[in-house]
């Protein structure tokens, strides 16, 4: 037993030699030089810019690379690869600032300014308040529109697919020049050769691609035109039924005159469709990154893939490049705010930038996606544009927008105030007829249709009111939700900060809700008390708090029909009292049942 802490002493020493030895005969023991027959090994990403020897080249006989180069492995002292080192390049534009990669030559942040290219922000209740009163509160990060996917090429990268791939981890040497920048990258097969440039103002990007055949032979494939963002489905809300105007982005394309797009689910979803490919990209609530051929739409194929936490599109287009010959194509990009103006002015250059051919139109603000309410959002927003270039504030416009349809409005709801103050005039004859049948309900509810038939009265007019607004309603919400315009934009400095998202501090909400209950109070009273309870109370508290997180314009509309409906009601009780001939046609019903 004296020997046993000398024993434990060799079975550490000798384990450690183990170690040692076996990570040296891993690591930096030199290794032979490979057979002169051999062909050498496929190049990882890392190793020689991602380039995998295309089939038609492994075909060949290929002479194998000096040993004290090639046939080292990692970790020795072997010479660097000739493979260009990754940088980033800055590009600071009014609008944007980018960070262009020498890796695939691609955008690895688009970063966009100003106070209104943010993310959208929803204040907590305390935030909300502690603005209302003047105090500081946080701002939104500034809205980036080039988020890359681990893994995935970089959005607007170049990407070759077919018999000699360009892959997106393709390094490049860069040069910056003035309002443009270089790049060259080189294959077995291809060189390729990306000028990007740009002017001092605007959204937009030009691209202009040149692929080279090195080889002795014609190469065919694919230009891919990749575009992925990385999602944080945190910061992701869909729309809902009870308000909230969501932030969800899109896969979209606009192929064959048709605007493609895949919405986010909890699963992976893919989508392709062929034809003319106008534009690819991601379209988000407010904002949209895209990438259209120059010259006008190119036949060739869209591909819209979404996950929670990522979206996809890539643009593919065949090509077909002859042996020393050159292959040369356009692409032009619009990362920015989806203004409708903006958008309409994209336009589609001709391929040949001498040529005299107008612009082909890129169809670019199809990306602001109305629905089935278009044809009343359109013109609703014109005239909302053309009030805030008059007045210079939106809230205002909204409230001027309340004004000009209850006008145009004003003889079907008057029909209906009017059908409604003869209702209350005829109460005294429905609680009689309710004593005569008090057993009989059916008969009651004949006798009194009979009475307001004779009357001319339309018992459920106070309803045609709301199914009259209820589309302008519509219209507005999904107004607010798709328009750049709106987005962002205050009714004071301090209240109402965003008309198209709701009201934190819930002020509007409660001030609608008292309004609703004092038009509820001006409709005739029901038969029954419990159910003219509910009309007086429990719908306007119930359609208050449906309208909670609901847009603060769509409130501040309600709100302000409502006060005009009292004041409209309040002058038509005057008009009435002074023996208008508004209750004309109830007088001989009456004088009859008498």
Partial sequence: MENDPNQKRTLIALGLCFVLVSVYLTWFAPSASPPPVATPPVATAHDAGGVAPPPVASARPVTPPPPPKDARPRGSDAEPTAEPPVRTIAVQRKLVHYLFSTEGAGLSSAELQGAKNRE?????????????????????????????????????????????????????????????????????????????????????????????????????????????????????????????????????????????????????????????????????????????????????????????????????????????????????????PKETDLLSAVPTLPANREESASPAPVHLERAVDYGIWAALCKPMLWFLKKCHEFVGNWGVAIILLTFVVKVLLVPLTHRAMVGQEAMKKLQPKVEALKKKYPDDKERQQMEMMKLYQEAGVNPFGSCLMLLIQLPVWAALFTTLRNSFELYGEPFTAHFLTDLTIKDPTYLLPFLLGVSQIITSRLQPPALDPAQQRMMVWFMPIFFTAILLNYPAGLLLYIFTNNLLTVLQQAVLKRLLARGGDSAAPLKPALEKRK
């Avoid at 699963?267 to 990154?289: A, C, D, H, R």
């Fill in 120 to 336: 959208q922000l929803a204040l907590s209740f305390s935030e909300g308040w502690a603005q209302l009163v003047g105090k500081d509160v946080p701002h939104a990060p500034q809205m980036n529109l080039a988020a890359p996917v681990p893994s995935e090429p970089l959005p607007f990268a170049v990407v070759v697919s077919g018999d000699a791939p360009v892959p997106g981890t393709l390094r490049y040497t860069a040069e910056q020049g003035d309002h443009r920048i270089t790049f060259v990258g080189r294959t077995e097969s291809w060189e390729i050769t990306r000028v990007i440039s740009w002017v001092d103002d605007g959204y937009e990007l030009s691209s202009t691609l040149t692929l080279r055949n090195l080889t002795g032979h014609p190469l065919s494939g694919e230009l891919v035109v990749p575009w992925v963002r990385a999602i944080d489905p945190a910061h992701e809300e869909k729309p809902s039924f009870f308000g909230g105007v969501g932030n969800v982005s899109d896969s979209a394309c606009f192929v064959k005159d048709s605007y493609e797009h895949e919405t986010v689910s909890d699963k992976v979803q893919t989508k392709e469709k062929l034809g003319p490919v106008s534009w690819v990209g991601i379209n988000q609530q407010y904002f949209v990154s895209a990438v259209c051929p120059v010259g006008g739409a190119k036949e060739g194929k869209c591909v819209l893939t979404t996950s929670p936490t990522e979206r996809r599109v890539v643009g593919r287009f065949p090509i077909q490049v002859g042996p020393q010959q050159s292959f040369t194509q356009s692409f032009g990009a619009f990362l920015g």
